[in-house]
């Protein structure tokens, strides 16, 4: 098993940015995909980008050229930073990691965008 903790999160303007990271307990190199969700009040948990044990990386449209997910093995960490930060950016942002022994997420860290 793997926990995570998320920290990073907070309150910026519009165009701002934030660096987000995910702690994981143990070493992470074996971790198939590490991933960022969010989810805004009122809306289902969205993915917002992943990256591969490879290093290979995917994000949600809408993220795009504004979001750089990362993962640093020797430090156990996944980190998601985002710039020029949109209002409709405002979600609990959750880590998440997918390998042979299960599915797991943190308790998430909140992104608030004012305008």
């Known amino acids: 098993q793997v926990q995570l903790v998320e920290s990073g999160g907070g309150l910026v303007q519009a165009g701002g940015s934030l660096r987000l990271s995910c702690a994981a307990s143990?070493?992470?190199?074996?971790?198939?995909?590490m991933a960022w969700y969010r989810q805004a009040p009122g809306n289902q948990r969205e993915l917002v980008a992943l990256i591969f044990s490879g290093g290979s990386t995917k994000y949600a449209d809408s993220v795009k050229g504004r979001f750089t997910i990362s993962r640093d093995n020797a430090k156990k960490t996944v980190y998601l930073q985002m710039n020029s930060l949109k209002p409709e950016d405002t979600a609990v942002y959750y880590c998440?990691?997918?390998?042979?022994?299960?599915?797991?997420w943190g308790q998430g860290t909140q992104v608030t965008v004012s305008s």
């Open positions: 143990r070493n992470i190199f074996s971790i198939n995909v």
């Open positions: 998440n990691g997918v390998d042979r022994t299960g599915n797991y």
